[in-house]
Protein backbone atom coordinates (compact mmCIF):
# COMPACT_ATOMS: atom_id res chain seq x y z
CA UNK A 1 0.00 0.00 0.00
CA UNK A 2 1.28 3.53 -0.88
CA UNK A 3 2.76 5.78 2.04
CA UNK A 4 -0.28 8.14 1.96
CA UNK A 5 -2.88 5.37 2.18
CA UNK A 6 -1.05 4.14 5.21
CA UNK A 7 -0.72 7.27 7.06
CA UNK A 8 -4.05 8.58 5.79
CA UNK A 9 -5.49 5.34 7.99
CA UNK A 10 -3.52 5.98 10.50
CA UNK A 11 -3.96 9.62 11.11
CA UNK A 12 -8.10 8.68 11.10
CA UNK A 13 -7.10 6.55 13.73
CA UNK A 14 -4.80 7.84 15.96
CA UNK A 15 -4.59 11.67 14.61
CA UNK A 16 -7.01 12.88 13.29
CA UNK A 17 -5.89 16.44 12.41
CA UNK A 18 -3.29 15.12 10.47
CA UNK A 19 -5.14 13.91 7.43
CA UNK A 20 -5.72 17.39 5.86
CA UNK A 21 -1.72 17.75 5.33
CA UNK A 22 -1.94 14.35 3.59
CA UNK A 23 -3.32 16.07 0.77
CA UNK A 24 -1.47 19.25 0.00
CA UNK A 25 1.64 19.28 -2.61
CA UNK A 26 3.58 17.89 0.10
CA UNK A 27 1.25 15.02 0.99
CA UNK A 28 3.90 12.38 0.34
CA UNK A 29 6.25 14.29 2.76
CA UNK A 30 3.68 14.30 5.52
CA UNK A 31 2.61 10.76 5.20
CA UNK A 32 6.74 9.31 5.37
CA UNK A 33 7.01 11.23 8.56
CA UNK A 34 3.40 9.80 10.27
CA UNK A 35 4.83 6.57 9.20
CA UNK A 36 8.34 7.05 10.61
CA UNK A 37 6.97 7.96 13.59
CA UNK A 38 4.53 5.28 14.04
CA UNK A 39 7.32 2.48 13.51
CA UNK A 40 9.64 4.27 16.12
CA UNK A 41 6.40 3.97 18.28
CA UNK A 42 5.33 1.03 17.74
CA UNK A 43 9.13 -0.85 17.38
CA UNK A 44 8.39 -1.96 14.12
CA UNK A 45 10.21 -1.40 10.40
CA UNK A 46 6.77 -2.64 8.54
CA UNK A 47 4.54 0.08 7.76
CA UNK A 48 1.64 -1.93 8.03
CA UNK A 49 1.62 -3.29 11.51
CA UNK A 50 1.67 0.53 12.84
CA UNK A 51 -2.13 0.79 12.93
CA UNK A 52 -2.90 -2.59 14.42
CA UNK A 53 -0.23 -1.88 16.98
CA UNK A 54 -2.09 1.40 18.10
CA UNK A 55 -5.54 -0.01 18.25
CA UNK A 56 -4.11 -3.05 20.01
CA UNK A 57 -2.06 -0.89 22.90
CA UNK A 58 -3.47 2.48 23.98
CA UNK A 59 -0.37 3.76 25.41
CA UNK A 60 1.24 3.12 22.44
CA UNK A 61 -1.40 5.49 21.29
CA UNK A 62 -0.84 8.24 23.75
CA UNK A 63 2.97 7.78 22.80
CA UNK A 64 1.85 8.34 19.15
CA UNK A 65 -0.49 11.22 19.38
CA UNK A 66 2.38 13.39 21.58
CA UNK A 67 4.59 12.45 19.15
CA UNK A 68 1.99 13.51 16.29
CA UNK A 69 1.32 16.61 17.76
CA UNK A 70 4.86 17.92 17.02
CA UNK A 71 4.11 16.98 13.16
CA UNK A 72 0.87 19.13 13.66
CA UNK A 73 2.91 22.06 14.58
CA UNK A 74 5.64 21.88 12.03
CA UNK A 75 2.85 21.82 9.37
CA UNK A 76 0.97 24.11 10.73
CA UNK A 77 4.66 26.36 11.10
CA UNK A 78 5.31 26.12 7.44
CA UNK A 79 1.73 26.65 6.44
CA UNK A 80 2.08 29.86 8.40
CA UNK A 81 5.01 30.85 6.36
CA UNK A 82 3.37 29.84 3.25
CA UNK A 83 0.58 32.11 3.81
CA UNK A 84 2.45 35.43 4.55
CA UNK A 85 4.93 35.07 1.59
CA UNK A 86 1.44 34.89 0.11
CA UNK A 87 0.42 38.06 2.09
CA UNK A 88 3.42 39.97 1.20
CA UNK A 89 2.86 39.26 -2.59
CA UNK A 90 -0.24 40.44 -2.30
CA UNK A 91 0.29 43.50 -0.35
CA UNK A 92 3.29 44.33 -3.10
CA UNK A 93 0.92 44.13 -6.06
CA UNK A 94 -1.59 46.18 -4.15
CA UNK A 95 0.54 48.45 -3.28
CA UNK A 96 2.80 48.66 -6.67
CA UNK A 97 3.70 51.96 -8.36
CA UNK A 98 3.54 49.72 -11.83
CA UNK A 99 -0.30 50.23 -12.29
CA UNK A 100 0.17 47.49 -14.90
CA UNK A 101 0.88 45.36 -12.18
CA UNK A 102 -2.15 46.56 -9.81
CA UNK A 103 -4.90 46.78 -12.97
CA UNK A 104 -3.65 43.87 -14.83
CA UNK A 105 -6.24 41.12 -13.40
CA UNK A 106 -9.33 43.16 -14.29
CA UNK A 107 -8.02 44.78 -17.38
CA UNK A 108 -7.87 41.54 -18.70
CA UNK A 109 -11.10 41.09 -17.57
CA UNK A 110 -12.32 44.25 -19.35
CA UNK A 111 -10.71 42.74 -22.94
CA UNK A 112 -12.24 39.51 -22.24
CA UNK A 113 -15.64 41.16 -22.06
CA UNK A 114 -15.71 43.69 -24.94
CA UNK A 115 -13.92 40.77 -27.31
CA UNK A 116 -16.89 38.43 -26.29
CA UNK A 117 -18.93 41.40 -27.24
CA UNK A 118 -17.25 42.25 -30.48
CA UNK A 119 -17.52 38.45 -31.42
CA UNK A 120 -21.02 37.80 -30.30
CA UNK A 121 -21.63 41.18 -32.59
CA UNK A 122 -20.22 39.90 -35.69
CA UNK A 123 -21.65 36.51 -35.60
CA UNK A 124 -25.19 37.92 -35.00
CA UNK A 125 -24.68 40.07 -37.97
CA UNK A 126 -23.93 37.19 -39.95
CA UNK A 127 -26.97 35.17 -39.13
CA UNK A 128 -29.05 38.98 -39.40
CA UNK A 129 -27.51 38.81 -43.11
CA UNK A 130 -28.07 35.03 -43.26
CA UNK A 131 -31.83 35.75 -42.59
CA UNK A 132 -32.11 38.94 -45.28
CA UNK A 133 -30.35 37.27 -47.67
CA UNK A 134 -32.59 34.14 -47.18
CA UNK A 135 -36.01 36.68 -47.92
CA UNK A 136 -34.50 37.85 -50.88
CA UNK A 137 -33.66 34.36 -52.14
CA UNK A 138 -29.93 35.00 -52.32
CA UNK A 139 -28.86 31.20 -51.65
CA UNK A 140 -24.91 32.10 -52.57
CA UNK A 141 -24.65 34.46 -50.01
CA UNK A 142 -26.71 32.68 -46.93
CA UNK A 143 -24.16 29.83 -47.64
CA UNK A 144 -21.27 32.31 -47.33
CA UNK A 145 -22.19 34.05 -44.14
CA UNK A 146 -23.05 30.53 -42.62
CA UNK A 147 -19.86 29.55 -43.17
CA UNK A 148 -18.39 32.62 -41.68
CA UNK A 149 -19.85 32.53 -39.05
CA UNK A 150 -19.21 28.97 -38.85
CA UNK A 151 -15.63 29.39 -39.39
CA UNK A 152 -15.12 32.56 -37.02
CA UNK A 153 -16.51 30.55 -34.25
CA UNK A 154 -14.42 27.60 -34.87
CA UNK A 155 -11.62 29.68 -35.36
CA UNK A 156 -11.64 31.23 -31.79
CA UNK A 157 -12.51 28.31 -29.84
CA UNK A 158 -8.84 27.12 -28.42
CA UNK A 159 -8.30 31.52 -28.07
CA UNK A 160 -11.43 31.49 -25.73
CA UNK A 161 -10.36 28.32 -24.05
CA UNK A 162 -6.95 30.10 -22.80
CA UNK A 163 -8.96 33.24 -22.11
CA UNK A 164 -11.15 32.18 -20.41
CA UNK A 165 -8.74 29.60 -18.15
CA UNK A 166 -6.64 32.42 -17.50
CA UNK A 167 -9.61 34.74 -16.27
CA UNK A 168 -11.56 31.40 -14.02
CA UNK A 169 -7.44 31.62 -12.19
CA UNK A 170 -7.42 35.09 -12.21
CA UNK A 171 -10.81 35.54 -10.55
CA UNK A 172 -9.64 32.30 -8.01
CA UNK A 173 -6.40 34.13 -6.99
CA UNK A 174 -7.94 37.29 -6.73
CA UNK A 175 -10.44 35.19 -3.90
CA UNK A 176 -8.00 33.72 -2.25
CA UNK A 177 -5.65 37.19 -2.40
CA UNK A 178 -8.71 38.91 -0.85
CA UNK A 179 -9.33 35.85 2.25
CA UNK A 180 -5.27 35.95 2.72
CA UNK A 181 -5.64 40.03 3.42
CA UNK A 182 -8.28 39.28 5.80
CA UNK A 183 -6.70 36.58 7.58
CA UNK A 184 -8.42 33.57 5.99
CA UNK A 185 -7.22 30.84 5.07
CA UNK A 186 -8.17 30.17 1.13
CA UNK A 187 -10.09 27.30 0.49
CA UNK A 188 -8.57 24.51 -1.74
CA UNK A 189 -9.80 22.05 -4.02
CA UNK A 190 -9.47 18.96 -1.82
CA UNK A 191 -11.50 21.30 0.75
CA UNK A 192 -14.26 21.40 -2.04
CA UNK A 193 -14.24 17.87 -2.36
CA UNK A 194 -14.61 16.95 1.08
CA UNK A 195 -17.65 19.24 1.90
CA UNK A 196 -19.20 17.28 -1.30
CA UNK A 197 -18.64 14.17 -0.17
CA UNK A 198 -19.87 14.83 3.50
CA UNK A 199 -22.60 16.59 1.92
CA UNK A 200 -23.73 13.25 -0.37
CA UNK A 201 -22.68 10.83 2.55
CA UNK A 202 -25.22 12.75 5.22
Sequence with gaps: MEPVSLALGI???AAPALGRW???EKGEETAEKI???GK???GTDKAEDILPALKANPELLIQFQQQATQIELAELEAHTR???AVNETARAAINSDDKFVRRWRPTWGYVTAVTWALQSIAIMFCLCAAAVATLYGKAEAVTAL????ASLAGALTVQWGVALTVL???VVKRSH???VCAGQTPGTVTDLVRRVTGAVRG
Design 11 to 13: AQF
Design 22 to 24: LFG
Design 35 to 37: IDV
Design 40 to 42: AVV
Design 82 to 84: QLE
Design 146 to 149: MNGA
Design 168 to 170: GVN
Design 177 to 179: DKQ
